[in-house]
């Protein structure tokens, strides 16, 4: 039955790391008469997004293929676009993430893993316009109530990832902008700068992750004055928070 092939979808993703025969069973229960149940999409896409090795251009399509009949058919859930989405982030091609997230499927209402996961995805994409684009066109439509510290720390990834430092740099200057750290000297935002245009009410409470994300942009960048005064600073702030 349908929890049986469960359990082998996940048996191949987790244990065997092989995605061909997870999607494989995906599809051959249709000849065999067995319905998927409320979790037997989710275990797939989730098995698939944890898989160490990224889909393949094909296995990625099959996904987009499954993503889209059930959309088609008004079956696909917010939890299941969600669990979908993060398994295409983990594929060779970043494109195929992009062509779901813009289907706008009826019956899915994107929320704050949903934009968060989609920041993943983007801060994957080689072309700093492609990206630039991206992130631009994703926050503008993410409604203030559902930007939390995980959604900021991915958007301020977007910006670290970028090749051109002038763009790259923005990640730290994010970081001071949205995040409670308190730096030894200012950053100015240029007149221009696409991060002017978000306004928070409040700044986010640091953690480790934040703190090396901004300490890698500072070596990236050459800002190592700045790099070595702020790790000074934390060292007698938020000992705590520097692993």
């Known amino acids: 039955g349908i929890v049986g092939m469960n359990k082998m979808m996940e048996h191949y993703c987790n244990e065997l790391q092989d995605a061909n025969s997870a999607i494989d069973m995906y599809s051959w229960r249709k000849k ?21 090795n990224p889909l393949t251009e094909r ?7 499954i993503v889209s009949s059930l959309i088609e058919s008004g079956k696909l859930n917010t939890i299941e676009f969600n669990s979908a989405l993060d398994a295409l982030v983990n594929c060779v091609n970043p494109g195929y993430v992009f062509e779901i997230y ?25 072309d700093d316009s492609e990206a630039l684009k991206r992130i631009e066109a994703i926050m503008a439509t993410i409604p203030a109530k559902l930007i939390d510290g995980r959604l ?7 910006w670290h990832t970028r090749k051109n430092l002038r763009h790259s740099q923005n990640a730290m200057i994010a970081i001071n902008k949205f995040f409670d750290i308190d ?4 950053i100015e935002l240029l007149e221009g700068n696409p991060l002017s245009k978000i306004s928070l009410k409040r700044r986010f409470p640091l953690d480790s992750f934040v703190i ?32």
């Not at 900021?152 to 977007?158: D, H, Q, S």
């Not at 730096?183 to 200012?186: A, N």
């Not at 890698?216 to 928070?241: G, M, P």
């Open 152 to 158: 900021l720390f991915e958007y301020c990834k977007v």
């Open 32 to 52: 065999w008469g067995i319905s998927p149940n409320e979790f037997t999409h989710t275990i797939l896409f989730d098995g698939l997004a944890r898989l160490k």
């Open 212 to 243: 090396n994300l901004f300490l890698d942009n500072c070596y990236k960048t050459e800002n190592y004055k700045l790099a070595t005064n702020t790790f000074s600073f934390l060292q007698k702030k938020h000992r705590n928070l520097l692993k």
């Open 59 to 65: 296995q990625g399509r099959r996904v987009v293929r």
């Open 102 to 126: 813009d289907m706008k499927p009826k019956g899915v209402t994107k929320d704050s893993i949903t934009y968060t996961t989609i920041l993943r995805a983007v801060a994957k994409l080689d």
């Open 183 to 186: 730096l030894s000297e200012s």
